[in-house]
């Protein structure tokens, strides 16, 4: 799971790392997700997600909100967006990788004390069958991976349309 997860930041890194304003804002329609977007979207996910099973606060509220001022709930994590809120998700490429690389590292420093067995604890019982933390994990890693390639695949359009 480490390396999945150092994978994702590979990604994010490899497309927000020198990126322009115009670049992180990108959106290939009026409703399409901005790479902005998408990066902080899935470093919320993956912080909300990670510190409710590890039972730790999340990053977002170390700073890192304050930091964002997005002008969006402090809790929100993107799910369920207008294309207005969307749109409001503007932050520098430095912003988005550091708060990326602090989710990163507290969800290593987790993972690492994690057992086989732990793997195996039901997390949540609303659904059916229950979730286990490894499931929980593993549904993490395949929403910032979608989201990290959509991250990609924006950057791509982008740059076909001349954006750089």
């Not at 402090?74 to 490429?93: F, I, K, L, M």
């Not at 990788?97 to 994690?114: P, S």
Request: net charge negative; charged share 20%; no cysteine.
């Amino acid at each position: 799971m480490i390396d999945a997860f150092g994978r994702i930041r590979g990604i994010v890194h490899r497309v927000v790392e020198g990126a322009s304003a115009e670049l992180l804002g990108y959106r290939a329609d009026p409703e399409a997700n901005t790479i902005a977007w998408l990066v902080w979207h899935l470093s919320r996910g993956q912080d909300a997600q990670v510190a409710d099973v590890a039972g730790t606060g999340e990053v977002w509220f170390d700073g890192w909100a304050d930091r964002f001022a997005l002008p969006l709930p402090r809790e929100s994590t993107g799910y369920g967006h207008t294309s207005a809120e969307v749109a409001s998700v503007v932050a520098a490429p430095e912003l988005l990788l550091g708060y990326h690389d602090a989710v990163h590292d507290a969800t290593v420093a987790y993972v690492q004390g994690l057992s086989g067995e732990d793997l195996d604890r039901v997390v949540d019982t609303s659904w059916d069958p229950p979730v286990t933390l490894g499931v929980r994990l593993i549904s993490v890693l395949g929403d910032d991976w979608q989201h990290a390639g959509q991250a990609a695949f924006v950057q791509g359009l982008a740059q076909r349309a001349g954006v750089v």
